[in-house]
């Protein structure tokens, strides 16, 4: 059984661009990365932020070292060098999103000047053929044969 992680939720969800959901569904297979994910959502959130303000308040308030408190010198230090690490682990998916979505840009962009060249070559050819019929009905006396021109009157003699 394959355990999928839903794609996250918005209060007003904003367009999606349909590489970026590809490689969304391809990284919630990695048990790692999803992890990572979490970590760093849960790291970059106020909750993060009150919750060290009550530990280091309980921590100092209640004296569970004596000052210059060495132990939580050393476990703040280890927290510090594991968020960088989910720092950067975002950063990298965030240059992950932003080069899919360059190269499927990339690969529009392709699509539309073949699109461009073709209707290109299309409007050369009306103008030829275009050209072509004007020729043909300006030599053969202007085509349709109806003179708009008024007739001759006799003159009175």
């Keep these: 059984m394959t355990v999928r992680a839903e794609r996250p939720r ?18 919630a297979g990695s048990l790692q990365l999803r992890i990572a994910d979490r970590i760093t959502a849960f790291a970059g959130s106020m909750r993060f932020v009150y919750i060290h303000i009550v530990w280091f308040g309980v921590w100092v308030g209640f004296r569970v070292e004596k000052y210059p408190f060495g132990l939580l010198t050393m476990i703040v230090s280890l927290e510090a060098i594991f968020l960088s690490t989910f720092v ?24 539309e000047e073949k ?33 708009t021109s008024p007739a001759p009157t006799p003159s009175p003699s």
């Design 115 to 147: 699109q461009n060249e073709e209707l290109l070559d299309l409007s050369h050819q009306i103008l030829t053929l275009t050209n072509a019929i004007h020729q043909l009905t300006v030599a053969h006396g202007g085509g349709s044969g109806s003179d």
């Design 88 to 111: 950067m682990i975002s950063q990298n998916r965030a240059d992950e999103k932003r080069q899919v979505v360059a190269a499927q840009e990339w690969k529009s962009v392709q699509l």
């Design 10 to 27: 918005h209060p007003h969800p904003l367009p999606v661009h349909p590489a970026l959901l590809r490689t969304h569904d391809e990284r």
